[in-house]
């Protein structure tokens, strides 16, 4: 079973930074889509950023592109993402997931319909205030 570990949430002022990572358990030498999910207080939840472990290739949604960017860490299936300029509407619970058998293609493209997800992690939650 492979597992999904984020942290990295904290209570940060508007204006602040922020960097979250996710780590899974799986087989390295299979690529993963692993993408970032955000879900404000009392919303629905909904995919934001997306990595994909191959070719490294990334994907954001027009509301936070110029302010989130992914990275990968030193292990191949670990990857972060960054948050600058933190607004209250950046606020919620993060959720990483990692799907095994998603195309390149569909995750650089924005693909994050929540049941082709395989794997999920706990959370790690977001607090934007002053």
């Known amino acids: 079973e492979v597992q999904v570990v984020e942290s990295g949430g904290d209570l940060v002022e508007p204006g602040g930074s922020l960097r979250l990572s996710c780590a899974t358990s799986g087989d390295t030498k299979i690529d993963y889509c692993m993408t970032w999910f955000r879900q404000p207080p009392g919303k629905e939840r909904e995919g934001v950023a997306s990595f994909y472990t191959g070719a490294g290739t990334t994907w954001y949604d027009d509301s936070v592109k110029g302010r989130f960017t992914l990275s990968r860490g030193d292990a191949k299936n670990t990857m972060y993402l960054s948050i600058r300029n933190l607004k209250p509407d950046d606020a919620g619970m993060y959720f990483c997931?990692?799907?095994?058998?998603?195309?390149?293609?569909?995750?650089?493209?924005?693909?994050?319909?929540?049941?082709?997800?395989?794997?999920w992690g706990q959370g790690t939650q977001v607090t934007v205030a002053s």
């Open positions: 997931a990692a799907d095994r058998g998603m195309p390149e293609n569909y995750c650089s493209g924005g693909y994050t319909v929540e049941a082709d997800f395989d794997y």
